[in-house]
């Protein structure tokens, strides 16, 4: 997202680069967030669905950033 952004506290939502960037940005934190949660999932239930969820978000945004790379070729 950085090398796309002229300033890097000014956004460039327009350049397709941005949204890639983005986009795995999520997915990186939503299995990031899985790994910080599954430590307490076996001892609470909504826990263990928070992990669950937070994997399935991370791997669906990981999948908008391929296609929209994909789509940048």
Known sequence: MLETQKKWY???PKMLG???GLWNLVGALGFTLYGA???GAES???VEYAAVLSTF???WA????SVIS???R
Not at 62 to 65: K, Y
């Open 37 to 39: 949660l599954e430590f």
């Open 62 to 65: 990981f999948l908008i950033g």
């Open 44 to 46: 609470d239930e909504g």
């Open 18 to 20: 941005w949204h890639i």
């Open 70 to 72: 994909g789509m940048n």
């Open 10 to 12: 000014d956004p460039a």
């Open 57 to 59: 978000v991370g791997s």
